[in-house]
Structure formats: C-alpha cells, structure tokens
C-alpha cells in the first residue's frame, strides 16, 4: 500500500519560513520523481517544486528563490523549505511521486498539510 504523509504545515507570519516533510512508504522511492503542489480555495492543484530521482530540480516561477525542494532516498523523504513566506502562498500543499513505467504514468499523492501565511 502506497503511502504519502506530509507534515510540518501550520500558521506563519509573512516573511517568515516552514519547512515541510513527505514520508513515502510502499514504493521504490529512488525510481520516482517527486514534487510538492498546492491548492488554494477556488484554485486548482499548481505545480511548486519537483525533484528526480537524479536530483534534478525544477520551481514554479513563483517559488524561485524562496523555496528548495530536497530529498532523502535512504529515508524514503522529500522536504520542502519555504522562506520568505507571502499570504499568496497560503494553501494545502501535496506531495505527488511520479514514475513513467512502460508508457503508463504512475501518480500517488498525499492528504496534503495546511499552510496559513497571516499576520
């Protein structure tokens, strides 16, 4: 059984930072790319960060800078650090995996974890 499970949400004040975790069970992690999304309310699921399983890093223009996706194979763990927070990045952030397996992609995703940008 696939499981992703996000962690380290919460309240923060602008300019500040979080740092979120995903722990993966269930999958060969080292063969999936893996990449943080958010929804806000009304909004749909946009891209933030991605990472391969090489340690190749992609962003949204908006997270530039600001925010660093990470990984950890032998932990089966992806991070994302979030710095210089702005109430526009207030949303439900997902961790996704990846895999494109003889054509057919492969998606699974976690519950999300809340992140609140308000002072």
């Known amino acids: 059984q696939v499981q992703l499970v996000e962690s380290g949400g919460g309240l923060v004040q602008p300019g500040g930072s979080l740092s979120l975790s995903c722990a993966a069970s269930?999958?060969?992690?080292?063969?999936?790319?893996m990449g943080w999304y958010r929804q806000a309310p009304g909004k749909q699921r946009d891209l933030v960060a991605t990472i391969t399983s090489g340690g190749s890093t992609n962003y949204a223009d908006s997270v530039e800078g600001r925010f660093t996706v990470s990984r950890a194979n032998a932990k089966n763990m992806v991070y994302l650090q979030m710095n210089s927070l702005k109430p526009e990045d207030a949303a439900v952030y997902y961790c996704?995996?990846?895999?494109?397996?003889?054509?057919?992609?492969?998606?699974?995703w976690g519950q999300g974890t809340q992140v609140t940008v308000s002072s």
């Open positions: 996704n995996a990846r895999r494109v397996v003889l054509g057919t992609e492969q998606h699974y």
């Open positions: 269930g999958i060969i992690f080292s063969a999936y790319a």
